[in-house]
């Protein structure tokens, strides 16, 4: 190699070293300036002996409280959290990386279990939140994050595990880093079996949904067997702005009267899903705690993610409002302390 072929090259590496170091430069510097935004809005502030969480909330280093409005919170350890994500595809094989590929999770409700108190309490949380979604290859491999809809992690996962697992985490993220204890998931396929396997299910619409039934009328009493609870959690107008906002609702009714008709029966639900429906469910929940939806009564109150629902380019977007979200995560999870 001559001597000028030899300055060409060292000229080039010197360029592209200088390129790659402004670039993570700029990078590092729009990550710290996320950081420090996150923080200076953020409602929840702690004592000086504190540190700041990935998302911006600020907790004692010492024992996790925090301060809100002047008043300190400490985490409620009679608290255990299931969440129980509604599969829109049993087929979850993954042949390239985009919105069409792998499952999605169409229903995401998180169950707060008050073992004090011995209630439960469903947290319906929009599939369309919008979020910064960690995106995988097809072996695994971390590649970047982009805001997409929180369905869409599920969909990044190389298996049921792993999917359920992306979620869980994704969920806790949005909650402030809340611990999530369990996670139990169901594909759209495994419902049919469920149900027609305890005699159907029978619920009262708290809502109308006459636009999948006729007799759908609020306050109606119907009975569902496996294809018409399918249709039923399924079925929403893609079309109309929000819809998922009324499936929701729908979808949590039906849970909650499953639960309560294999209670009935003097079954345990977990039980009843593995038999009926092993090859479209996946858990990791120990038998303690799924007891607990047979033993415990329901609080009577089913809580939604605070928030405004938009029309995106392609979808809906959900953007959740983080004042109404600190209150609801502070009086979900933690009590004042003493």
Do not use: W
């Amino acid at each position: 190699m001559n001597i000028r072929k030899m300055i060409l090259l060292c000229a080039i590496v010197v360029g592209v070293t200088g390129i790659a170091g402004i670039g993570g430069f700029l990078f590092a510097s729009k990550q710290n300036n996320v950081v420090r935004r996150a923080d200076a809005d953020s409602s929840i502030s702690s004592d000086a002996s504190s540190e700041a969480s990935s998302d911006g909330l600020i907790k004692d280093s010492f024992d996790g409280s925090v301060t809100y409005n002047g008043v300190r919170y400490e985490y409620n350890t009679a608290i255990d959290t299931v969440l129980f994500l509604g599969v829109d595809n049993s087929d979850q094989s993954r042949e390239g990386i985009g919105i069409t590929e792998g499952g999605r999770s169409d229903a995401i409700i998180l169950f707060v279990i008050d073992n004090e108190n011995k209630l439960i309490t469903p947290l319906e949380i929009s599939r369309d939140t919008m979020v910064s979604v960690d995106i995988y290859d097809n072996e695994g491999n971390y590649l970047t994050q982009g805001i997409e809809q929180l369905t869409m992690q599920y969909s990044y996962g190389t298996s049921p595990r792993n999917a359920c697992n992306l979620t869980k985490e994704k969920v806790s993220d949005l909650l402030f880093r809340t611990r999530i204890d369990s996670v139990v998931s169901l594909t759209m396929d495994g419902i049919a079996p469920v149900v027609d396997a305890i005699g159907g299910v029978t619920l009262t619409l708290t809502t109308d949904e006459t636009d999948i039934d006729p007799s759908y009328t609020e306050g109606a009493t119907i009975h569902l067997d496996g294809e018409a609870a399918t249709a039923f959690v399924h079925t929403r107008d893609i079309t109309t702005r929000g819809s998922n906002n009324d499936r929701m609702s729908r979808q949590t009714q039906f849970m909650l009267a499953l639960f309560q008709t294999i209670t009935k029966n003097g079954n345990s639900v977990l039980e009843t899903m593995e038999s009926a429906a092993a090859d479209y469910l996946y858990e990791d929940i120990d038998a303690d705690t799924m007891k607990h939806f047979t033993e415990y009564d329901y609080s009577g109150t089913v809580l939604t993610l605070p928030g405004e629902n938009v029309a995106g380019d392609l979808h809906d977007e959900f953007y959740v409002d983080g004042d109404k979200l600190t209150e609801i995560v502070l009086d979900l999870f933690y009590k004042e302390a003493e």
